[in-house]
């Protein structure tokens, strides 16, 4: 079965305090690992996508990584517009199986 | 930019009655998707689409739900008789490559369906 989990569920920094956020996955059959940012009531936004095990992509505070059974964005300083619900997802064939986020508040 | 849209952003229905949810994917892609999110669960595959036919689907798309493109813009997700259960916000995505090249799913803004 496939299976996305995400950790912590929910996550309060003080601005400027950096930390990472976890999604580990099922292995098998693995077509790439996916990390979309999700505001209250709004779709999902895409952000990274990473394809084999050291791969690292960045964007402004945003850190992705990926090991073989794990991936990890990090935040640096974050500020408060980063706060919003982060959801990773697999590929597999024609979807995306979706963890149930980790919800970032950052308080200035 | 180029973006997903939805309408309409907020549907009210009774039960039982059929409801149609409006789609228009990014020009350029060809593979279609739509997900549904339950308050507070996580966001859930439902159904692809390409070249007019439904290429995979979950356990949760049954016979009440159907798709189509009926022109060259839009892409629609129908509920014959809605259930309570039903009550979600439903998300279309489109994509350039398939889904199986693990091409990047673009997100609409969702459309909130309250089933009473």
């Known amino acids: 079965e496939d299976q996305v989990t995400q950790s912590p569920e929910a996550l309060r920094l003080q601005e400027g305090e950096s930390s990472s956020l976890n999604c580990s996955y099922t292995?098998?059959?693995?077509?790439?690992l996916f990390w979309y940012r999700q505001d209250p009531g709004k779709g999902p936004e895409f952000l990274f996508t990473?394809?084999?095990a050291g791969e690292e992509k960045e964007k402004e505070r945003l850190k992705a990584t990926l090991t073989k059974k794990e991936s990890f964005l990090h935040i640096t300083a974050p500020k408060p517009e980063d706060s919003a619900t982060y959801l990773c997802?697999?590929?597999?064939?024609?979807?995306?199986?979706f963890g149930t986020g980790t919800r970032l508040t950052i308080i200035p | 930019e180029p973006e997903v849209t939805q309408t309409p952003s907020h549907q009210v229905t009774q039960m039982g009655q059929e409801v149609i949810l409006r789609c228009v994917p990014i020009?350029?892609?060809?593979?279609f998707y739509w997900y549904r999110q339950i308050l507070g669960q996580k966001v859930e595959f439902l159904v692809s689409?390409?070249?007019?036919?439904?290429?995979?689907k979950s356990e949760i798309f049954d016979d009440q739900f159907s798709v189509e493109r009926p022109d060259g813009s839009n892409f629609t997700l129908k509920i014959r008789s809605t259930k309570l259960e039903d009550s979600a916000m439903y998300f279309c995505?489109?994509?350039?490559?398939?889904?199986?090249?693990?091409?990047?799913?673009?997100f609409g803004p969702g459309t909130r369906l309250t089933v009473l």
């Open positions: 995505a489109s994509s350039e490559r398939p889904g199986w090249e693990t091409d990047t799913q673009y």
């Open positions: 292995v098998s059959g693995l077509r790439g």
């Open positions: 990473l394809y084999s």
């Open positions: 997802a697999r590929g597999i064939r024609e979807k995306l199986t």
């Open positions: 020009s350029n892609h060809l593979y």
């Open positions: 689409f390409y070249n007019n036919e439904i290429s995979e």
